[in-house]
């Protein structure tokens, strides 16, 4: 069942230690991954949010997430994810094309961080797939908003005219 790490590992697998990472699972297999958690001794728990769990090991938190923008994780997702160093250990981390995905898919007039999509966007711009990225969030108008800021400042590749 792969496990793979997601955003701030991605964007700079060599800083840390970091006060927040999350992993995902497909959510087929979210229940069994809870299992194995518990099992193994980790303090698993459920928050209202119906879209990942927690697991604690002392005073460290980890999210596993099992949807992300309301799409259920699945095995083409999870293939995609490469093996990065991170803190001289080698893991899954998700494709810089889905972590901006999901960043971007999860924009609405309630959640609108351009600073914080910039931060990223500039961080793993030679690792995206930018019209695959474009076609993805397409339907989403903060995104493509985002998008098109990110264009003249040399983020994405795009050329003018």
Same mark, same amino acid.
């Given at each position: 069942?792969?496990?793979?790490?997601?955003?701030?590992?991605?964007?700079?697998?060599?800083?840390?230690?970091?006060?927040? *990472?999350?992993?995902?699972?497909?959510? &087929?297999?979210? $229940?069994? @991954?809870?299992?194995?958690? =518990?099992?193994?001794?980790?303090?698993v728990e459920h928050?209202?949010?119906?879209?990942?769990?927690?697991?604690?090991?002392?005073?460290?938190?980890?999210?596993?997430?099992?949807?992300?923008?309301?799409?259920?994780?699945?095995?083409?997702?999870?293939?995609?994810?490469?093996?990065?160093?991170?803190?001289?250990?080698?893991?899954?981390?998700?494709?810089a094309t889905d *972590?901006?995905?999901?960043?971007?898919? &999860?924009?609405? $007039?309630? @959640?609108?961080?351009?600073? =914080?999509?910039?931060?990223?966007a500039r961080a793993?711009?030679?690792?995206?797939?930018?019209?695959?990225?474009?076609?993805?969030?397409?339907?989403?108008?903060?995104?493509?908003?985002?998008?098109?800021?990110?264009?003249?400042?040399?983020?994405?590749?795009?050329?003018?005219?």
């Open positions: 069942m792969p496990w793979p790490a997601t955003c701030r590992v991605r964007c700079d697998p060599r800083q840390g230690p970091y006060d927040l *990472v999350d992993f995902v699972v497909a959510e &087929a297999d979210a $229940e069994q @991954a809870d299992g194995v958690l =518990s099992k193994a001794g980790l303090r928050p209202p949010e119906d879209w990942l769990f927690k697991v604690y090991t002392d005073d460290a938190m980890v999210d596993i997430l099992f949807r992300i923008g309301g799409v259920p994780v699945e095995s083409p997702l999870l293939e995609r994810a490469s093996e990065v160093e991170v803190l001289s250990i080698r893991m899954p981390v998700l494709a *972590v901006l995905s999901a960043k971007l898919a &999860a924009m609405d $007039e309630h @959640a609108c961080d351009l600073a =914080s999509i910039i931060a990223v793993v711009r030679e690792q995206v797939e930018w019209e695959r990225l474009r076609t993805e969030v397409a339907d989403n108008d903060f995104a493509a908003a985002a998008l098109f800021l990110l264009d003249p400042l040399g983020i994405t590749g795009a050329t003018e005219g």
